[in-house]
Nanobody
Framework: QVQLVESGGGLVQPGGSLRLSCVASGTIFSMGLMGWYRQAPGKQRELVATITAGGDTNYADSVKGRFTITRDNAKVTVDLQMNALKAEDKAVYYC???????????WGQGTQVTVSV
């Protein structure tokens, strides 16, 4: 299996910044696409950003220009730098990764991000 553990969530004021980190462990060779999703109360889980092993990125329109996703293939980590946070960014953020070795997607347990004065 692949275990994903997120960290870095918390409470921040509007306009502030947070950095989320996700570390993979277990069967972590041949990891493919990695990314971050989020789920706000009463809403479906949605894509925030993804990054391929080669470094190609994709962002939701709502976070373009504010969030930056990066990964370290050697350490098998994926980070999400979130700047200019808005109240609507409040959600539980989940790390996601595709494992070629296991033939499936894996999820972390989630980390809460709250944006409030």
């Amino acid at each position: 299996q692949v275990q994903l553990v997120e960290s870095g969530g918390g409470l921040v004021q509007p306009g502030g910044s947070l950095r989320l980190s996700c570390v993979a462990s277990g069967t972590i060779f041949s990891m493919g696409l990695m990314g971050w999703y989020r789920q706000a109360p009463g809403k479906q889980r949605e894509l925030v950003a993804t990054i391929t092993a080669g470094g190609d990125t994709n962002y939701a329109d709502s976070v373009k220009g504010r969030f930056t996703i990066t990964r370290d293939n050697a350490k098998v980590t994926v980070d999400l730098q979130m700047n200019a946070l808005k109240a609507e960014d409040k959600a539980v953020y989940y790390c996601n990764a595709w494992s070629y070795a296991k033939g499936g997607f894996f999820w972390g347990q989630g980390t809460q991000v709250t944006v409030s004065v």
